[in-house]
T-cell receptor
Framework: SQQGEEDPQALSIQEGENATMNCSYK?????LQWYRQNSGRGLVHLIL?????REKHSGRLRVTLDTSKKSSSLLITASRAADTASYFC??????????FGAGTTVTVRA | KAGVTQTPRYLIKTRGQQVTLSCSPI?????VSWYQQTPGQGLQFLFE???????NKGNFPGRFSGRQFSNSRSEMNVSTLELGDSALYLC?????????????FGPGTRLTVL
């Protein structure tokens, strides 16, 4: 079963705009990780946020975590064409298995 | 530092055959995890090996098996292939166990079962 569920499933934005996607998970997690995948290739790790953290930044990325609501959000600011990809959240459960959601497909229009 | 490599990159098999996929982790990484990605089911966890021991296993039938060697390289085997096994198989390595440390993914092996 999938731990993370991303919302929306798809997102289309203009270059320069911000993109926000959300992830909800079902059970307690040790940490939550966000990954990016370009067109059927391998996944690239973006950010890992631990269960005792509320917010993390990395370049144009900002991730928040609300353990009381079992949700996380990923914000990409000033989007570029190269940000076109699928984004996945993955929750690490008690036994440290990573469980991925179905992903949000982001299309950045020039 | 070389990334995670997977061989072969593409594979075509017929139903009933078996297949072995290989994954070489980043040097110094002791954990290798395997995932199956399909359009319908998304990314599903298969299993994780850490220091040659299977540490975690997903909900896949016994036809799916794996192993890890002393140099941390890992192989995944699927026996008696079914059409539904057609997928992108991704492996990922990490320094510690996958759920704690950042996982670095390989490019994947795309398996087509005819």
């Amino acid at each position: 079963s999938q731990q993370g569920e991303e919302d929306p499933q798809a997102l289309s934005i203009q270059e320069g705009e911000n993109a926000t996607m959300n992830c909800s998970y079902k059970t307690s997690i040790n940490n939550l990780q966000w990954y990016r995948q370009n067109s059927g290739r391998g996944l690239v790790h973006l950010i890992l946020i631990r269960s005792n953290e509320r917010e993390k930044h990395s370049g144009r990325l900002r991730v928040t975590l609300d353990t009381s609501k079992k949700s996380s959000s990923l914000l990409i600011t000033a989007s570029r064409a190269a940000d076109t990809a699928s984004y996945f959240c993955a929750g690490s459960q008690g036994d440290y298995k990573l469980s991925f959601g179905a992903g949000t497909t982001v299309t950045v229009r020039a | 530092k070389a990334g995670v490599t997977q061989t072969p990159r593409y594979l075509i098999k017929t139903r009933g055959q078996q297949v072995t996929l290989s994954c070489s982790p980043i040097s110094g990484h002791r954990s290798v995890s395997w995932y199956q990605q399909t359009p319908g089911q998304g990314l599903q966890f298969l299993f994780e090996y850490f220091s040659e021991t299977q540490r975690n296993k997903g909900n896949f039938p016994g036809r799916f098996s794996g192993r890890q060697f002393s140099n941390s390289r890992s192989e995944m085997n699927v026996s008696t292939l079914e059409l539904g096994d057609s997928a992108l198989y991704l492996c990922a390595s990490s320094r510690g166990t996958g759920g704690v440390d950042t996982q670095y993914f390989g490019p994947g092996t795309r398996l087509t079962v005819l």
